[in-house]
C-alpha cells in the first residue's frame, strides 16, 4: 500500500500534474502551486493506481457502499475506473441540473436508502463535492464516504469531516515534500 502510494506521488512529478507559480483556484483563491490531477487521471496506469488506492483505503477504513458517485468534470474518470475496479454501479453529478432531456442533475441510478462512496480528484474549501454530495442525499442516498485523490489542506478536510467520513489519498503536505526533498538531492 505504501509503496503504491509513493508511486503515485512520484507520478505527479513525472506527468507534470503539480506545476509551481501563480494560479487562481476553483474557489477563487491564489495559490502558488496547481494540482491538476486530470492531467494525471488521463495516465491509464496512474488512473488504475488512484482506483486501486481508494477501494484498499475504502476497504481498510470498513466503509461499505453499493455505489461509486463523481462531480463533473475531474472526478469523473476516477470513479469510473474506482467502478471498474471495484464492480459497483457508477453515478456522475452534474454541476447544475441538465437544461433539456430529463433535466436531472445525475447520470446513472440512485435509489433511496443507497450507500455511496463519493469520489473527487481534488479539494480546497471542499465545496464542490459537499455540494454532489448534497444532490445525492436529495435523492434518498446515504454517503458513507468522501474520497479525495488530494486534499489541499485548506479548510476541506474538516468542514467534509464533520458531517462525512473523509478519505484523502495524498495531504498536499506530502507532495511540497518530495518536491523539497527532490530538490535538495540535485
Known amino acids: 500500500m505504501e509503496d503504491a502510494k509513493k508511486r503515485l506521488v512520484k507520478m505527479f512529478f513525472d506527468e507534470e500534474a503539480i506545476l509551481f507559480g501563480r494560479f487562481v483556484l476553483t474557489?477563487?483563491?491564489e495559490s502558488d502551486y496547481y494540482i491538476n490531477v486530470k492531467r494525471l487521471s488521463t495516465n491509464p496506469r496512474a488512473l488504475r493506481l488512484m482506483a486501486k488506492l481508494i477501494a484498499e483505503e475504502a476497504n481498510?477504513?470498513?466503509v461499505e457502499f453499493d455505489r461509486v458517485a463523481g462531480p463533473e468534470l475531474g472526478a469523473v474518470p476516477i470513479a469510473t475506473a474506482l467502478a471498474l475496479e471495484t464492480g459497483k454501479p457508477l453515478v456522475i453529478v452534474r454541476k447544475k441540473p441538465k437544461g433539456h432531456g430529463t433535466g436531472s442533475q445525475i447520470e446513472g441510478e440512485v435509489k433511496p436508502g443507497e450507500r455511496i462512496l463519493l469520489v473527487e480528484d481534488v479539494?480546497?474549501?471542499?465545496g464542490s463535492v459537499l455540494r454532489a454530495a448534497e444532490v445525492l442525499e436529495k435523492l434518498g442516498a446515504e454517503i458513507t464516504a468522501i474520497s479525495v485523490v488530494v486534499d489541499?489542506?485548506?479548510g476541506a478536510g474538516s468542514r467534509i469531516?464533520?458531517?462525512y467520513h473523509f478519505i484523502p489519498l495524498i495531504q498536499v503536505s506530502e507532495l511540497l515534500e518530495r518536491r523539497?526533498?527532490?530538490?535538495?538531492?540535485?
Open 60 to 62: 481498510k477504513a470498513g
Open 161 to 163: 469531516s464533520a458531517r
Open 152 to 154: 489541499r489542506e485548506e
Open 27 to 29: 474557489s477563487g483563491k
Open 123 to 126: 479539494t480546497t474549501t471542499g
Open 180 to 186: 523539497s526533498s527532490t530538490t535538495m538531492n540535485e
